[in-house]
């Protein structure tokens, strides 16, 4: 993890506009966030965290955003930039999913921002040296202020899930599965999960 440029502007109101333009310049080869009026750049993920994220998007997106196998009803999104409070923080979780009823319409027109604005219900970040720090410290901290019901922690080198809901502005830690365990995890406990297919090769 780089930190970028740092603000001078104080005003909690708004991201001080030298952190705005750096974080326009970045290359798209790096992922860039704004985090409580700070810009912080990341390379782009290593192959384990890659491979992760991917099988995870295959299985949740199949019978939750395509309803096969599955009850359906959600908008599963890769890596989608989040606009999130007054600031705003712009934050790039490795994967988001909002309820359809409040993402109607995922795509827009040819006038919608790519950003989405909408908090989602539900965020996985997969953590790795890099990230983890400011995944579990400022990121977990701003999707509790704009009420994501529930965070997913992915770990591919530790083979692990933590699962998360939020409870009266607080985080509870609901379990922490590990290897190759199959489980039914919230918000998506609907289907059984098999995390073998997860780590796989």
């Known amino acids: 993890m780089t930190t970028g440029v740092l603000p001078r502007d104080l005003d909690p109101d708004r991201n001080a506009p030298e952190v705005e333009a750096a974080f326009e310049a970045v290359p798209p080869e790096q992922v860039a966030e704004i985090l409580d009026g700070e810009l912080f750049i990341f390379p782009r993920p290593g192959r384990p965290h ?33 606009h999130l409070g007054p600031r705003p923080d712009k934050v790039v979780p490795d994967l ?5 009823e409040r993402m109607p319409d995922a795509l827009g027109d040819e006038a919608t921002p790519a950003h989405y604005d909408v908090p989602p219900d539900w965020v996985c970040e997969v953590i790795s040296p890099r990230t983890e720090r400011v995944d579990r410290g400022k990121k977990m901290r701003i999707y509790r202020r704009e009420g994501v019901g529930h965070v ?6 530790l083979r692990t899930l933590e699962v998360y809901r939020l409870e009266g502005g607080r985080w509870v830690l609901l379990e922490t599965y590990e290897e190759d ?21």
């Open 50 to 82: 890659t491979r992760s994220a991917s099988r995870l998007t295959m299985k949740l997106g199949s019978a939750f955003d395509l309803g096969d196998g599955g009850p359906g009803g959600w908008v599963l999104l890769d890596e989608p930039e989040l």
């Open 152 to 157: 997913w922690l992915l770990s591919p080198l």
């Open 181 to 201: 365990a199959k489980v039914k995890a919230e918000p998506f406990d609907a289907v059984e999960l098999d995390l073998a297919s997860i780590w796989t090769r």
């Open 96 to 100: 988001a999913g909002w309820k359809r």
